[in-house]
């Protein structure tokens, strides 16, 4: 079956314990980012990535880290959560940047 | 900035087709109105997208008005599986530069009643 996959569903963490939150998808998508999401805020995109070793900022990439060392995994790296990181979060992949998006079933952080 | 203006919420009765309008009376010629739903906390579902013709698939169809400043997403016949923030999306046209970000607004809630 064709889909995104987060890792973890949910995560309770503390503050400034270093966190990797997994994206993997099947489909050999080229385009791959992330988004959080918060009330009020709605969808921001954080990080994104055109190709594999190719990755750019999004409109809220402070306090994040990613890498795409194959097409496949896109992984969110939270080197140092505090409280205002805790968020809904997607992953999300298409087959080409100006396609379609198929979006991961989130995780939820909660940083205390 | 989202460039649609949407009704924030919505009621359609089971079994009666609903009709989702969305405002983007901004949109340039090379943009393309999308559309997205969520359901609950789930991650957001891709439902259709069109230029200026008009568009059906297994979802739902897509009227966008001959000046394309406005659209509505049809859902011809709503089942409660329906109930869901309905996202109307203006974005650039394949193949011209831009980095594939996808702006939320705050949607149109849906809540189908039985």
């Known amino acids: 079956e064709a889909q995104v996959t987060q890792n973890p569903r949910y995560l309770i963490t503390v503050t400034g314990k270093k966190l990797t939150v997994t994206c993997s998808q099947n489909m050999n998508h080229e385009y791959m980012s992330w988004y959080r999401q918060d009330p009020g805020l709605g969808l921001r995109q954080i990080y994104y990535?055109?190709?594999?070793?190719?990755?750019d900022k999004g409109d809220v990439p402070e306090g994040y880290k990613v890498s795409r060392k194959e097409k496949r995994n896109f992984p969110l790296i939270l080197e140092s959560p505090s409280p205002n990181q805790t968020s809904l979060y997607f992953c999300?992949?298409?087959?080409?940047?100006?396609?379609?998006?198929?979006f991961g079933q989130g995780t939820r952080l909660t940083v205390v | 900035d989202a460039k649609t203006t949407q009704p924030p919420s919505m009621d359609c009765a089971e079994g009666r087709a609903a009709n989702l309008p969305c405002n983007h009376s901004?949109?340039?010629?090379?943009?393309?109105v999308y559309w997205y739903r969520q359901i609950h906390s789930q991650g957001p579902q891709y439902i259709i997208h069109?230029?200026?013709n008009n568009e059906t698939n297994e979802m739902a169809s897509l009227i966008i008005t001959e000046d394309r400043k406005s659209s509505t997403l049809i859902l011809p016949h709503a089942t409660l599986r329906d109930t869901a923030v309905y996202y109307c999306i203006v974005r650039p046209y394949p193949g011209s530069s831009n980095t594939g970000k996808l702006i939320f607004g705050q949607g149109t809630t849906l809540q189908v009643k039985p």
């Open positions: 069109g230029l200026k």
């Open positions: 901004t949109i340039s010629g090379n943009e393309y």
């Open positions: 999300a992949s298409s087959p080409r940047v100006d396609t379609e998006a198929f």
């Open positions: 990535s055109m190709n594999v070793e190719v990755t």
